[in-house]
């Protein structure tokens, strides 16, 4: 029998910063053995780019064919974010409103991902027991339906709107750590990425049996 497929994403470093702990998390994770077992992962980097970041995380999926996919990237710099608080996002919204470009010198400001999409789309998968599996490790989660209006609300939409009824997609937003402008460890980030990680092959699993 096939273990279920869990496809998990995180960015390229962007702006002043050095490295994405969005994408070392999940490195650190994968090569530290701390994802768990049962369940296969594949990882994806994708670029900082409103032309490119779609693609890059299309081509890995329509390759890996995963029953879920859980898509990471950092909140540095949004209003109102606790500085080791993990959101779990639970809408994509079908507009970009980015305040700085990206890293090909791109800025979109106030103007719609796809013009005949909705104004948002909810994510499937259900979020308490993501909110759950942190609390339970002494982690702070909170449930966000407010993406922002860069690159990660942007891939949000944009894979949700291709794949979504398809398969269930998952923005996380995790706090800056040290090294990157904020106060928690990588190797506390990484097994956090972990249990997220853990409960999207619960459900991938589930997935899985009901498809065999």
Request: include cysteine; hydrophobic fraction near 45%.
């Amino acid at each position: 029998m096939d273990l279920p497929r869990v496809l998990l994403s995180g960015f390229e470093p962007f702006g002043s910063f050095s490295f994405n702990p969005s994408w070392q998390a999940l490195l650190r994770a994968s090569q530290g053995s701390l994802l768990p077992p049962g369940a296969r992962f594949g990882l994806v980097e994708v670029p900082v780019t409103f032309d490119r970041a779609f693609a890059v995380f299309k081509h890995a999926l329509v390759g890996f064919c995963p029953d879920v996919a859980l898509c990471f990237g950092v909140h540095a710099g949004m209003a109102g974010r606790g500085a080791e608080t993990i959101y779990i996002e639970r809408l994509a919204r079908n507009r970009d409103a980015a305040t700085k470009a990206d890293n090909q010198g791109q800025i979109r400001k106030q103007s719609a991902i796809h013009p005949d999409a909705p104004l948002e789309i909810s994510t499937r998968f259900a979020v308490e027991p993501f909110l759950s599996t942190l609390a339970a490790e002494g982690f702070e989660a909170e449930v966000s339906d407010d993406a922002g209006g860069y690159l990660c609300n942007h891939l949000y939409f944009r894979a949700a709107h291709a794949f979504g009824a398809e398969i269930p997609i998952l923005f996380v937003h995790v706090p800056p750590v040290e090294g990157a402008g904020g106060t928690m460890k990588l190797s506390r980030l990484a097994s956090a990425v972990s249990l997220l990680a853990g409960e999207a092959a619960r459900v991938a699993a589930t997935i899985s049996k009901e498809q065999a």
